[in-house]
C-alpha cells in the first residue's frame, strides 16, 4: 500500500533520507523511531508529498508520487495526517473542522457531514464539544478532534507524526487509546512516536532511523528485545533511562 | 472685525439642501462601491503577489508598486481623460452614455486602495503559522482552496484595524472626485458656496458628513468584527 523504493532526499547539501525502502501493506501499522534529526518527519511527510522526493519512487495507494502528473490533492483526501502541534483551525468550531473538507472536498451535504462528525467525536469521547473552539480545548482534546477531523475523510492510510509529543503526560494515555482503537479497526498506519508502550502493543513493525538511513526494520518484540545495531541499543537505553528514573 | 453674519437655514433647508443630500448620496455611492471593490480586488491582488508562478507574483508585485507609488489624483485625471484614448470604443460609448465621471473615479479609487489592501492582507497572511497551510493541504485542499477557506478567513480578521483605516481613506479620498466632475459632497459644497457665499455653513456640512461617515465605517466594521470575536468566545 506504501511502497519505498531507493528514496532519496536532501535539503540542500544535507542527505535527509537516504536510500529508503520500506513496504507497508494494508492494515498494517508501521512505528516509525529513531534520535531527534534523524529524518522521521521527513519520511512520513513525504508520504502525503508535505516534502516531495529528490530520487527512486514512492507509490502510495496505487499513486505514483515520482510522477509530476500524479493529482496530489486526490492522494492527500485519501491519507489523513495528524500532526505533533494539532494544527487545528482556530476560526472554526470542531464541529466545522471535522465538516469542512468532506463539504467542499467529496462535495457531501452539511447534514450528513455533520452527522458523521457526530459519530466520530463519538468515538473520540468529544461529542459534547461540538461547538467548542479549538483554543478551548485541552491538548488532548484538540488531538483527538485533529484525529476526528483526519479520519471524516475516510481515508485509507492514517500518518500520525509524534501525535503526543507536544501533550502533558496525563493526556498521552487518551490519544493512544483513540489510536489503539483505529489500528484494531484495521486501518493501516505510519506512526512516527517513541511511545514504546504503543510501539510493542500496537505496531506491527517497527522501524529505527538515524542520519537519514533505516538502520533496523523488525517485529516489535525483536526489536525491544534484541536490537542489532549499535546506535539502536544506545537510542532504547536512553528512552528508558528517563522513564525508570521517573517511576522508581 | 467679524462681517460675517452665519445663515444655517441655507443648508438645512430649499434647494441647497437638497443639492448637499445628493452630494452626500454620492459620497456614500462611490466609497461603497469603491470600498467592497477594492477589498476584492485587494484579495485577489494579495492572493497573487503570493503566487507560486513567478509572472502572477511579478505582475502583482508591480502592480502594487505602481498604483501605490503615484498620487490618487493623478491617477484620477488618467481614467477620466487618458482612458478613453486606449479603450475599445464600445467600451467608451457605454461608459460616455451611463456617468463616465463617476465610473472614472470609482475605478481610480478602487484600484489605488486595492493596492494598500493587497499589502495588508499579505501581512496577515504571513502571520498565519504555515502549518495551518500544510494542514488544510494535507486534507486535500489545493492551494487556493486553503486560501479560500482557511488562511484568508484568519488573516482578514487579523487585518481588521488596517483595513478601517483603507476604508476610512476611500470614504475621504472620494472627494478628489470633484475635480473631474463627480458631483459628490465637496462639490456640492462648493457649488453651494458659490451660488451663496456660505462657505463656511456650507463646508462645514460637509465637515460633518465625512465626519460621521467614518465614524459609520468604523462601528460596521467593529460590529462586525465584535460578532466574529463573539462567537469565538462563546462556550
Ligand atoms: N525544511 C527544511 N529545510 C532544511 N532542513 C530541514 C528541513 N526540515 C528538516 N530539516 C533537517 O533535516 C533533518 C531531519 O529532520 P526531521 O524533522 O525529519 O527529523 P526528525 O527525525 O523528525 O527529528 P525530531 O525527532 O526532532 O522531530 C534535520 O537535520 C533537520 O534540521
Ligand atoms: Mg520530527
Known amino acids: ?248 | 472685525m467679524l462681517n460675517y453674519t452665519f445663515d444655517w437655514s441655507i443648508i438645512t433647508s430649499g434647494k441647497y439642501f437638497d443639492w448637499l443630500v445628493a452630494g452626500l448620496i454620492t459620497t456614500l455611492k462611490l466609497s461603497t462601491i469603491s470600498i467592497v471593490m477594492a477589498f476584492l480586488l485587494g484579495l485577489l491582488i494579495a492572493v497573487m503577489r503570493m503566487s507560486n508562478s513567478k509572472p502572477i507574483r511579478w505582475f502583482a508585485h508591480a502592480y502594487l508598486e505602481f498604483f501605490r507609488n503615484t498620487p490618487l489624483l493623478v491617477q484620477i485625471f488618467f481614467w477620466y481623460f487618458g482612458s478613453y484614448k486606449i479603450l475599445p470604443t464600445a467600451v467608451n460609448d457605454w461608459l460616455v452614455s451611463t456617468n463616465f465621471e463617476f465610473a472614472a473615479a470609482a475605478i481610480a479609487l478602487t484600484i489605488y486602495t486595492s493596492a494598500f489592501i493587497a499589502e495588508d492582507i499579505r501581512s496577515g497572511v504571513l502571520s498565519i503559522p504555515k502549518e495551518q497551510m500544510e494542514a488544510a493541504r494535507s486534507a486535500g485542499f489545493s492551494y487556493l482552496r486553503s486560501m479560500q477557506y482557511i488562511i484568508l478567513p484568519q488573516a482578514v480578521r487579523i487585518t481588521i484595524p488596517p483595513l478601517v483605516n483603507q476604508f476610512l481613506n476611500v470614504a475621504k479620498n472620494s472627494s478628489l472626485a470633484m475635480t473631474i466632475g463627480v458631483m459628490e459632497m465637496t462639490y456640492q459644497a462648493r457649488q453651494v458656496e458659490s451660488y451663496t457665499f456660505k462657505g463656511f455653513e456650507a463646508f462645514t456640512a460637509a465637515t460633518v458628513v465625512y465626519l460621521l461617515l467614518s465614524i459609520l465605517i468604523t462601528a460596521l466594521v467593529n460590529a462586525y468584527n465584535e460578532k466574529v470575536l463573539n462567537i469565538h468566545k462563546a462556550a
Request: hydrophobic share 45%; proline share 5%.
Open chain 1, 1 to 248: 500500500m506504501i511502497v519505498f523504493k531507493g528514496v532519496h532526499k536532501w535539503f540542500k547539501t544535507l542527505h535527509v533520507l537516504n536510500d529508503i525502502n520500506l513496504h507497508v501493506t494494508p492494515g498494517e501499522v508501521l512505528v516509525v523511531c529513531g534520535p531527534s534529526g534523524s529524518g522521521k518527519s521527513t519520511l512520513i511527510r513525504t508520504i502525503n508529498q508535505l516534502e516531495p522526493i529528490n530520487e527512486g519512487s514512492l507509490i502510495v495507494d496505487g499513486y505514483d508520487l515520482s510522477d509530476k502528473k500524479t493529482d496530489i490533492n486526490k492522494l492527500r483526501a485519501e491519507v489523513g495526517f495528524v500532526f505533533q502541534q494539532f494544527n487545528l483551525y482556530p476560526h472554526l468550531s470542531v464541529i466545522s473542522n471535522i465538516t469542512l473538507a468532506p463539504t467542499k472536498i467529496r462535495n457531501i451535504s452539511k447534514k450528513e457531514a455533520e452527522e458523521q462528525a457526530m459519530v466520530l467525536l463519538t468515538r473520540v469521547g468529544l461529542s459534547e464539544k461540538r461547538d467548542a473552539y479549538p483554543s478551548q480545548l485541552s491538548g488532548g482534546q484538540q488531538q483527538r478532534v485533529a484525529i476526528a477531523r483526519a479520519l471524516a475523510m475516510k481515508p485509507r492510510i492514517m500518518l500520525f507524526d509524534e501525535p503526543t509529543s507536544a501533550l502533558d503526560p496525563e493526556m498521552i494515555g487518551e490519544v493512544l487509546a483513540v489510536m489503539k482503537d483505529l489500528a484494531l479497526s484495521g486501518m493501516t498506519m505510519v506512526v512516527v512516536t517513541h511511545e514504546m508502550g504503543f510501539a510493542r502493543e500496537v505496531a506491527h513493525r517497527v522501524a529505527f532511523m538515524a542520519d537519514g538511513i533505516v538502520l533496523e526494520e523488525a517485529h516489535p518484540e525483536d526489536f525491544f528485545m534484541r536490537p542489532q545495531h549499535e546506535r539502536a541499543k544506545q537510542f532504547l537505553r536512553q528512552l528508558l533511562t528517563p522513564m525508570q528514573a521517573e517511576c522508581p
